[in-house]
C-alpha cells in the first residue's frame, strides 16, 4: 500500500512541529529549535481499522530554502498550510503557500488544508474565523480548521480530515490506480458557510461537507 506522504508547511513560528509532536506523541513544548527540514515515519490507525505507514514532513519557514520547498510540495499528497491566529503576516504567507502548490501541483489540486493555530492565545488574536472562512471559499479551499497545539485542541481532527479522505480516494484493496480526491465546491455549501456566524474553537471546518455543526 503506497506511503501517504504529508507536508507542512507555514512561517516561522507558527506551530509546525508541535502540532506534529503533539499529533504523534502527544507532547508540548513551548520552546522548539528552528526546524531545517526533519521527516517523520510512523504507522497509524486508519479510520476503516487498517494500519498505514505516513511520511509527515516537517519543513522551515516559507521564505527559507525555496528549492526544497518546491521539492516537498511537488512529493506531498496532502499539504497542511499553517499560520499562527495572532499573526496576520503569517496567514498572508500561508495564502501565498496555497497559491505556489497549485502552480506545482496544478490548479485542480485540492487536498490542501488551511489550519490556524494557537487558538489558545484569545487576548492576542488578529484572525478571526469568519475571515478565513471567506478566504477559503474565494480561493477553493476546501478544508481549514483551527488548532491549539498547547492545548491539543482539534489536533486529531486535522489529521482526520487527512487519514478519512485519503480511505475515500484510494481503494486499499488494490482496485483502483488513482488516489486524487474529486471533491468540489458546492455553491450551496459555500452560501452556508458564508450565512451562518461559525464558533472559534472545537469545529472542524469543510465546504465539501453537507452540513454544519450545530453549535456553530
Wanted: proline share 1%.
Amino acid at each position: 500500500m503506497k506511503q501517504i506522504q504529508i507536508v507542512f508547511l507555514g512561517a516561522e513560528k507558527v506551530g509546525k512541529t508541535s502540532t506534529i509532536n503533539q499529533f504523534l506523541y502527544g507532547s508540548f513544548q513551548d520552546k522548539t529549535d528552528a526546524t531545517l527540514g526533519h521527516c517523520y515515519s510512523e504507522t497509524v490507525f486508519l479510520p476503516n481499522g487498517i494500519f498505514q505507514n505516513v511520511k509527515i514532513v516537517d519543513t522551515a519557514g516559507s521564505d527559507e530554502f525555496p528549492a526544497m520547498r518546491r521539492v516537498n510540495i511537488k512529493n506531498g499528497d496532502y499539504l497542511v498550510v499553517m499560520y499562527a491566529v495572532d499573526n496576520r503576516q503569517s496567514l498572508d504567507q500561508a495564502l501565498n503557500l496555497c497559491q505556489e502548490i497549485r502552480e506545482i501541483k496544478g490548479k485542480d489540486f485540492n487536498r490542501i488544508i488551511l489550519v490556524g493555530n494557537k487558538i489558545d492565545k484569545k487576548d492576542t488574536r488578529e484572525i478571526t474565523t469568519e475571515e478565513v472562512l471567506r478566504k477559503s471559499i474565494s480561493e477553493g479551499i476546501l478544508w481549514c480548521t483551527e488548532t491549539s497545539a498547547k492545548l491539543n485542541c482539534n489536533i486529531r481532527c486535522l489529521f482526520q480530515i487527512i487519514l478519512q479522505d485519503y480511505v475515500i480516494s484510494y481503494d486499499l484493496y488494490g482496485k483502483s490506480d488513482k488516489g486524487v480526491s474529486k471533491y468540489k465546491t458546492n455553491t450551496k455549501n459555500s452560501i452556508m458557510f458564508k450565512s451562518k456566524k461559525l464558533s472559534v474553537q472545537n469545529l472542524v471546518y469543510s465546504i465539501c461537507s453537507t452540513t454544519i455543526p450545530k453549535n456553530a
